[in-house]
């Protein structure tokens, strides 16, 4: 493997080394190993045009040239695009990626653009940083791989705001330069305590990132972040975090409801810690107390999993690690809205802790229901939940829970399943997927039904013929959607994965575009008429010479029911009968319109 790592790196000498290097450099921290080192460096030479997509085809296995073909798509994503069309692109992003090591070389590649920018325009540095806040950064909290989450975050936040980042940079700066004794004298501290307990560790300050400060700003003044500064202590063992943290809480004084065991209770990505702030010499300080290896996995998240793998004989957790990004990837039901938001919905926004009336602990996002609770601890809760106590009372399943809570969800195993108002009352992707996927599994049929009925109506409303539209180009939006059947559009549109206005959007331009393209043969002539419709070709009932127009609301083609309006000074206006606009006019300004045949000059033999 190593050679060939070699012979490529060798058809790369003239490539710029730094950025190449910088690459190699967080692969080898990720600890992505020897195969997916192979298929970066290939990579890199296919962008540089050194090798094709058909030259790895031939040499390399077919895994590697899958996997080569995946970061090409990906390469093309284009975050400048509408919004609407930047929903489907991330989508493919997670259709086409099945590996997650695939998705962390992609991180890898975005790391080191950023940290190379001299050859990008001002337009390039826009889509890197979109790209960033979009996909990257929250992905990259997602995989546990908080340190370079921070530094795509800073990144991005530079490229898009400058002059912000900068104020916010100098402000933090000015504050930690003037606490930076009062830190070290913590630090010494810190260091007191493990040496009074034979603990052996490090110990060091830390400055809160800046894009991280500046969402607390939306909310706090820069004083009131207690977390602007912290001591960050790295010790052998859990005991030994759990010992230093008494220590320290006997010595100085802890705020309320600043600490959480992270230990006991891991993040949903698997990230432990030990947080608590303390006040030390008047300032609220931060102190994090972990082992070496939970530092190695918050810094470098699944990755870490291969480095350090614990010793016990229960199964990995890794999987469980990954269930939700495999979920995402792979769920069908999870609305284009709900999977571009739900990285940064759960990521960004503050966790609280409900408990069940045993005493599990649950981490939700802030603003969670008991809805998002009962789908956290069993889909069959969720879809068979009717109702639910919060710290012993009767609550609505729509009320926000808080730090603390007690919560029993009341089943009824005769429940005919959750409503669909529960998609907007849920605040976690989660819920709103397993919600989803009970509509699709248990009720396909009516779905089915009810989707392709909201589409019906959504075309109506745009004043076309249903048939029309679904003959002309209905094929066309199932081939775009990767769908192999139609029942799979309307299950999709009735579970509102899809807006049916936009399929009836997209049908109409279709058959625009087909109507304007179609030739009319008559049936006693070979000689070819464009179907172009022109006021020569409109015979109105007892009027001649008259100024006609064709109405823009509902442009009306030739062999369309068609209908006349006497409008005022602008002659008749041609519209199609089925325009929505046709019923507001007055009976007595209509005129009956008609199509004349069309006239071709016949071929003659020659």
């Known amino acids: 493997m190593n050679n060939q790592i070699n012979e490529v790196l060798d058809l790369l000498k003239d490539f710029d080394q730094k950025k190449l290097s910088d690459f190699l450099d967080i692969l080898s921290d990720m600890n992505l190993g020897n195969d997916v080192k192979l298929e970066g460096v290939l990579y890199y030479a ?4 050194k090798l094709t997509l058909e030259e790895i085809e031939k040499k390399y296995p077919a895994e590697i040239h899958r996997n080569i073909q995946i970061l090409d798509k990906l ?4 975050y400048s695009q509408q919004e609407t069309e930047a929903e489907n692109i991330r989508k493919m992003f997670f259709a086409i990626t099945k590996d997650i090591r695939t998705i962390m070389l992609k991180i890898a590649f975005v790391v080191t653009e950023l940290r190379n920018l001299d050859d990008k325009s001002d337009n390039e540095k826009k889509d890197l940083a979109n790209g960033i806040f979009s996909l990257f950064a929250p992905l990259s909290a997602r995989l546990g791989l908080s340190g370079y989450k921070t530094e795509l975050e800073d990144g991005a936040f530079r490229l898009s705001n400058p002059k ?13 330069h003037k606490r930076q004794p009062i830190v070290e004298r913590l630090k010494a501290l810190v260091e007191n305590c493990m040496q009074d307990l034979d603990i052996q560790g490090k110990v060091y300050g830390r400055k809160k990132h800046i894009y991280s400060i500046y969402k607390k700003l939306q909310d706090h003044s820069l004083d009131n972040i207690y977390d602007l500064i912290a001591v960050r202590a790295i010790v052998k063992s859990v005991s030994d975090c759990y010992a230093l943290l008494g220590r320290l809480h006997s010595i100085v004084v802890p705020f309320e409801g600043r600490f959480k065991d992270y230990i006991a209770t891991p993040k ?5 810690s030990l947080h608590t702030t303390v006040l030390f010499e008047s300032f609220p300080v931060e102190i994090q107390i972990r082992t070496e290896e939970m530092h190695k996995y918050a810094e470098y998240g699944i990755a870490a999993h291969w480095l350090y793998k614990e010793k016990k004989n229960k199964q990995d957790s890794l999987d469980m690690r990954l269930a939700w990004l495999r979920q995402m990837m792979e769920d069908d039901n999870t609305s284009i809205d709900e999977l571009a938001s739900s990285l940064n919905q759960d990521i960004y926004n503050s966790e609280i802790f409900v408990q069940t009336p045993k005493g599990k602990v649950v981490y939700l996002p802030s603003g969670s229901t008991p809805i998002d609770f009962a789908y956290s601890i069993h889909s069959e809760i969720g879809n068979k939940c009717v109702g639910a106590k919060v710290n012993g009372k009767m609550a609505p399943t729509q009320s926000e829970l808080h730090n603390g809570d007690v919560v029993e969800i009341i089943t009824n195993p005769n429940s005919k399943g959750p409503s669909r ?3 907007k009352i849920c605040k976690t992707s989660e819920a709103r997927g397993k919600i989803n996927s009970f509509f699709k599994k248990n009720m396909k049929e009516e779905t089915i039904k009810l989707g392709k009925s909201m589409l019906e109506n959504a075309i109506k409303e745009k004043g076309y013929s249903v048939s029309k539209l679904m003959q002309k180009g209905l094929s066309t939006i199932l081939e775009n959607y990767n769908y192999t059947e139609e029942d799979e559009l309307f299950a999709n549109i009735g579970t509102n994965a899809i807006a049916p206005k936009m399929i009836a959007n997209k049908l109409a331009s279709i058959y625009q575009k087909q109507i304007k393209e179609e030739t009319f043969v008559s049936p006693h002539t070979s000689t070819i008429t464009l179907a172009q419709p022109t006021e020569k070709q409109i015979s109105l009932n007892g009027l001649n010479n008259i100024l006609l127009k064709f109405a823009n609301c509902c442009h009306p083609m030739y062999g369309d029911d068609i209908i006349g309006f006497i409008s005022a000074g602008r002659g008749v206006i041609i519209h199609r009968k ?5 019923s507001y006019f007055r009976e007595s300004r209509l005129i009956e319109a008609f199509w004349k045949p069309i006239e071709t000059k016949k071929k003659t033999d020659k």
Do not use: H, M, S, T
């Open 421 to 423: 108002d529960w998609l």
């Open 164 to 176: 912000l980042q900068a104020e916010i940079q100098a402000e933090v700066d000015k504050r930690f």
């Open 75 to 78: 390469d093309k994503i284009n």
């Open 268 to 272: 949903p990505n698997g990230y432990q």
């Open 46 to 49: 296919l962008k540089n045009n």
């Open 578 to 582: 089925i325009c929505p606009n046709v």
